[in-house]
């Protein structure tokens, strides 16, 4: 009965000691685990700023592209400057224009085509931009859990296999194995939560940034479509 | 993204470090110290044996065999005192030298045993040879009145205790370990030559004549008259060489068996006994109308009783529901139960029936 106050009594059960008493595979998934939560955090972190800074530019940018100033000008002061989402549309759109009239553009179908497929190209580096790592967001919320739970099963196998080893199963000597075996599950899950949360609300918030890039791309193509009609004569 | 990693990383630092510091190890859960019962023969608890926690498991419930023979004829607790106490026996820590004085008298010390009432325990020694009780027995009232120091007074008690009164078992543990405390302190008060109370009527009579506290009296009347010899006797006489006090008074002869050290003989009544008792309460139960069909009304008695079968107390009548008319039932059953005192049970298994519960169900009396 003493040995086992004693045993209970060396048994740190803080956080540290429930870390530092775990078998090395358990404390590789810990670990893992903890670098899993740092990156979470990182990309969500990153894409909210992001995300905020994105749709001020496009808050921005609409305000100076329906004040009526002319196209020709906006592209000068957009052109030289590295431009985000619908800035970036547009560069891409007036560059094609800008190209196919210098050469003196034959057909007006087979350039409000050109128009297009640049301004799908920007639109889909956009949007990639815009929903770039979400996808390690989504693997791990769901793998978080499952690792987690494997080094709880890891941790409580050894801790069975240490009442087999020392032919006592009091719940003194099974219980802080048992407990630093919970602890990755725990840490699984610390990881996990925020990272389902935060896919659900980011990948969300880039498909309206992305439906919004879409929206400001048909319509520019309208206005240009209309521009090529009135610069080129029928032919 | 550098900067997100980064101030993502110090967040983790931070609620880390709060962990470290706030998720300390939780206190350690104190437990009761209670007995740890044998566990392979407990079906009820009333039927939990006395015996030895360590010896095999045997028919007969019986503790390990003491040394003395049986003093206190009612003794519950087993132990090698001549008082029966329910502290554990304290271990005796040095022999002293035992004065030639102190040595008690062979013929003084009959085993008394004032009514030659057939004991309930198994386990119960070979009867001495009942000295004449009746001489014992008219004692106490005289011997009580007279209370002429504490020593007369203790020793009265552990005789009140020990004599066999219908006195619940419980009682005679905590009135027999005050005299144990009050002879801790004596010698200050016995001090006095002229505090001597009447000591030579009682010692003939008092089964503690063995207690070392009492010799000194003795041998302190002896030695007035002379004083040269006196100091010597004296300060012996003061000394106290009372044991530490502690075990109980009865004594087993048979072979230790598994049990507990609580006093019980393992005994119930038999299902024939118990239904006789419920018989002999419900020829006196009027059931009141309505009671019959009311539903789910179960009556409970719970009663002490003494070991001629009467009732000890007022018997506790409980009873499901709170209508009038089982109310009224309940009312019945207590007027039932005192009317039909006493009841005749087996007096060997007084100790199962010294508490008994027995429920009824009106229902079933129709």
């Known amino acids: 009965m003493e040995d086992l106050a004693v045993a209970v009594q060396a048994s740190d059960v803080s956080l540290w000691g429930l870390f530092w008493q775990a078998g090395l595979i358990v404390k590789l998934v810990m670990i893992g685990l903890l670098g899993a939560s740092i990156w979470t955090w990182a990309i969500i972190i990153d894409k909210m700023l992001g995300f905020g800074r994105a749709k001020r530019a496009f808050d921005r940018f609409e305000q100076v592209f329906w004040s009526g100033q002319s196209l020709e000008e906006l592209y000068r002061n957009l052109g030289d400057k590295r431009t985000v989402g619908m800035g970036a549309i547009f560069v891409a759109a007036m560059r094609e224009w800008k190209k196919s009239f210098e050469k003196g553009a034959r057909s007006p179908i087979g350039l409000q085509m050109r128009i297009d497929k640049a301004m799908d190209v920007a639109l889909a580096r956009e949007s990639d931009y815009l929903s770039a790592r979400l996808t390690s967001l989504a693997t791990i919320g769901s793998a978080g859990p499952f690792i987690g739970l494997f080094g709880t099963v890891i941790g409580i196998m050894t801790s069975f296999m240490g009442i087999a080893g020392s032919k006592s199963t009091s719940l003194a000597v099974v219980a802080p194995g048992i407990a630093e075996a919970l602890l990755a599950t725990a840490i699984g899950l610390v990881a996990a939560i925020p990272a389902v949360i935060a896919y659900n609300k980011l990948s969300s918030d880039a498909g309206k940034l992305t439906a919004r890039m879409e929206g400001f791309a048909d319509e520019f193509s309208a206005i240009l479509s209309r521009q090529i009609d009135e610069k080129l004569p029928r032919a | ?366």
């Not at chain 2, 041998?219 to 300060?235: F, L, M, N, R």
């Open chain 2, 1 to 366: 993204m550098r900067a997100s990693i980064t101030s993502s990383a110090i967040i983790h630092a931070v609620v880390l470090g709060w962990g470290l510091l706030s998720f300390s190890a939780p206190s350690p859960m104190d437990m009761a110290n209670s007995e740890s019962m044998p566990v392979e023969i407990i079906s009820d608890v009333s039927q939990l044996q006395q015996g030895d926690k360590t010896a095999a498991k045997n028919d007969k419930p019986a503790p390990k065999p003491s040394e003395k023979p049986q003093t206190v004829p009612d003794a519950q607790n087993i132990g090698e005192s001549d008082t029966d106490t329910d502290t554990k026996p304290v271990p005796e820590t040095k022999p002293k030298p035992v004065e030639a004085a102190e040595a008690p008298k062979p013929s003084e010390m009959p085993v008394e045993k004032p009514e030659p009432q057939p004991d309930p325990k198994p386990e119960v020694q070979p009867e001495p040879t009942p000295v004449p009780a009746t001489e014992v027995k008219p004692k106490p009232e005289p011997q009580q009145e007279v209370k002429p120091d504490p020593v007369a007074e203790a020793i009265n008690e552990t005789r009140t205790a020990t004599i066999p009164t219908e006195a619940p078992k419980a009682e005679p543990a905590p009135v027999a370990e005050k005299p144990a405390e009050e002879q801790m302190k004596l010698p200050e008060k016995v001090a006095m030559p002229q505090a001597k109370p009447t000591p030579p009527a009682q010692t003939a009579k008092t089964p503690e004549r063995k207690e070392p506290t009492e010799k000194p009296k003795k041998t302190q009347t002896a030695s007035t008259p002379s004083k040269d010899k006196g100091i010597a006797d004296e300060v012996a006489a003061l000394l106290n060489n009372q044991k530490p006090a502690g075990g109980g008074a009865k004594r087993s002869t048979d072979r230790a068996s598994l049990g507990s050290q609580k006093p019980s003989t393992g005994e119930k009544l038999s299902q024939s006994e118990m239904d006789a008792l419920k018989g002999a309460i419900q020829k006196c139960w009027n059931v009141p109308a309505g009671a019959e069909d009311a539903d789910g009304l179960l009556v409970t008695v719970k009663m002490r009783l003494t070991r001629s079968g009467e009732i000890e107390g007022t018997p506790e009548v409980s009873g499901s529901g709170s209508s009038p008319v089982q109310r009224a039932a309940v009312e019945s059953a207590r007027r039932a139960v005192l009317r039909c005192a006493p009841y005749s049970l087996p007096q060997e298994k007084y100790d199962t029936w010294a508490d008994v519960t027995v429920n009824f169900d009106p229902r079933d009396m129709f």
